[in-house]
């Protein structure tokens, strides 16, 4: 698996997860990064993305309560999930764009290559 996503888990309204990202034998290092996010019969939709000079971008539904980040000492990227709500219960997929043209940083699906298998988040009221 290129990419493994770890910290899913079922919380309340209003409580806070972490995701991790973790990519499997290469580096993250001067790649665009997305989270993207699918509930059961919905599209998957973008949620948070970040280039290679830590650039970000976020959805309007995510804007002010998540944070995406990447430590490249480390080689990991990070979803820091804020003021839960139970609309934010979905799969939460880590995509990455390996590719060696850069382009700006974006939420769109067709931009990322390469896919982990996603995280359960599962928020109760």
């Known amino acids: 698996v290129p990419l493994v996503e770890s910290g899913g888990g079922s919380v309340l309204s209003g409580g806070s997860l972490r995701l991790s990202c973790a990519p499997a034998?290469?580096?993250?290092?001067?790649?665009?990064v997305g989270w993207f996010r699918q509930a059961p019969g919905k599209e998957r939709e973008g949620v948070a993305g970040?280039?290679?000079?830590?650039?970000?971008v976020y959805s309007d539904s995510v804007k002010d309560r998540f944070t995406i980040s990447r430590d490249n000492g480390k080689n990991m990227v990070y979803l820091q999930m804020n003021s839960l709500k139970p609309e934010d219960t979905a799969t939460y997929y880590c995509?990455?764009?390996?590719?060696?043209?850069?382009?700006?940083?974006?939420?769109?699906?067709?931009?990322?290559?390469?896919w982990g298998r996603g995280t359960q988040v599962t928020v109760s009221s």
């Open positions: 995509a990455i764009r390996l590719h060696s043209r850069r382009i700006p940083i974006s939420l769109n699906r067709y931009d990322f290559s390469t």
């Open positions: 970040i280039d290679s000079d830590g650039k970000t």
């Open positions: 034998g290469y580096s993250l290092g001067r790649h665009n």
